[in-house]
Every structure is written in structure tokens, then in C-alpha cells.
């Protein structure tokens, strides 16, 4: 059964740093990896998906890169900013279904 | 297209009570997926449909839950009887092809008493 992990649950940035949010997988048998966004009382958002022929894709300011053999993905967010503070989901499509890491919190204080 | 849409956006009833909350996805995407969210377990897959046939329901927690797709542009998940554990928020997704993006509804929070 595929795990996804993302450590820390919760972190604050000073607003203008760079985040750093990981993403780990037991399973490298995947389709591709989505990275998505939720506010409070909300869905889902999608913010980039990488299929797993590739290494990264941007974004913006979203850069999310893919090393499928070490089972991990890292979601990089250039000068965050207030509206960046959410919860941010790592999610790998494979045989046939979509697995979800908890998230990560986010606060960018201003 | 408006995206994926889902009714209620709440709902509160009491134990025992049939709860069943509707899905739209959005036109000409093949597959359907029916997640759960609670703050214990995170998101979790339920049930997912491709060309409105039930595909893998190896998610749905026990036989009070049962989900339909009579067509491809409406989906229902039943609870029957509903009971407090089964609070969360739903969610519905859909999708072209299972290797492309996953678009969420907005989710249905439900509340049994």
C-alpha cells in the first residue's frame, strides 16, 4: 500500500523567504505526483502535477521537482507571500487510485 | 465549464438518519472519484468510477455506505444509517484520465449527531 508522507505538519516563514515542502512515497510505481492547495473550509486546488517521466515543473513561483527512484518530491515557493499561508497536499496517482500525505501547514507572517 | 459541483454544501442530521450527497462532474472527464476527509486520517479514496461503471470501492468503510453514477454527469454517495464516526468532509473529484489532474468539488461537510 502506497504511503505519502510530508514533514513537518506545520511551519512559519517570514514573508519574502523561500518554502521548502517535502513529500515522501513508499511505492516509485506511480503515474505522476499532484501537488495541491486547501484553505481553511475548503477543496482542493491543483497547483502542478509532474508526470513520472519528468523531473519538475513550474509554475510561477511554484517549482515542484520529482526523483522517483528515492520516492520524493520537493514543492519550492519562491518569496512567499500572506496569500501562500494554507495547507499544502502531496498526492501520487498509482494502480488506479490517488494517495495523500496529511499536508503541510503553511503561515507566511507578514 | 463550472467545475465540479457538489450539493449539499452541508448537511446536519442525526444518527440513524440516510444521508446522500450529489456530484457533477465536469463535462467529458471519464472518471469520478469520491474521497473523505476527517482530521484523524486526511483525504482518503472511497469509491472511483471510469464511464460511470464502479471501478474500486475497496475504500468504502462498510456496507451502510453505497455509491451510484447512473450517467456521466451525476453521482450519488448514500449513507444508510449514518452514524457520528462517518462526520467528515466529502469530497468529489473528477478527471479526463487517471494519469492526468484530479479537479475537486468543494466538498459536501457533514455533520451526524
Known amino acids: 500500500k502506497q504511503e505519502v508522507t510530508q514533514i513537518p505538519a506545520a511551519l512559519s516563514v517570514p514573508e519574502g523567504e523561500n518554502l521548502v515542502l517535502n513529500c515522501s512515497f513508499t511505492?516509485?510505481?506511480?503515474?505522476?505526483l499532484q501537488w495541491f492547495r486547501q484553505d481553511p473550509g475548503k477543496g482542493l486546488t491543483s497547483l502542478l502535477l509532474?508526470?513520472?517521466?519528468?523531473r519538475e515543473q513550474t509554475s510561477g513561483r511554484l517549482n515542484a521537482s520529482l526523483d522517483k527512484s528515492s520516492g520524493r518530491s520537493t514543492l519550492y515557493i519562491a518569496a512567499s507571500q500572506p496569500g501562500d499561508s494554507a495547507t499544502y497536499l502531496c498526492?501520487?496517482?498509482?494502480?488506479?487510485?490517488?494517495?495523500f500525505g496529511k499536508g503541510n501547514q503553511v503561515v507566511v507572517i507578514p | 465549464d463550472a467545475g465540479v459541483i457538489q450539493s449539499p454544501r452541508h448537511e446536519v442530521t442525526e444518527m440513524g438518519q440516510e444521508v446522500t450527497l450529489r456530484c457533477k462532474p465536469i463535462?467529458?472527464?471519464?472518471?469520478l472519484f469520491w474521497y473523505r476527509q476527517t482530521m484523524m486520517r486526511g483525504l482518503e479514496l472511497l469509491i472511483y468510477?471510469?464511464?460511470?461503471?464502479?471501478?474500486?470501492d475497496s475504500g468504502m468503510p462498510e456496507d451502510r455506505f453505497s455509491a451510484k453514477m447512473p450517467n456521466a454527469s451525476f453521482s450519488t454517495l448514500k449513507i444508510q444509517p449514518s452514524e457520528p464516526r462517518d462526520s467528515a468532509v466529502y469530497f468529489c473529484?473528477?478527471?479526463?484520465?487517471?494519469?492526468?489532474?484530479?479537479?475537486f468539488g468543494p466538498g459536501t461537510r457533514l455533520t451526524v449527531l
Open positions: 509532474i508526470q513520472s517521466s519528468q
Open positions: 463535462s467529458g472527464h471519464d472518471y
Open positions: 473529484a473528477s478527471t479526463e484520465d487517471r494519469a492526468y489532474e484530479q479537479f
Open positions: 468510477f471510469n464511464n460511470n461503471v464502479p471501478i474500486d
Open positions: 511505492d516509485s510505481a506511480i503515474y505522476n
Open positions: 498526492a501520487v496517482t498509482g494502480n488506479n487510485r490517488l494517495a
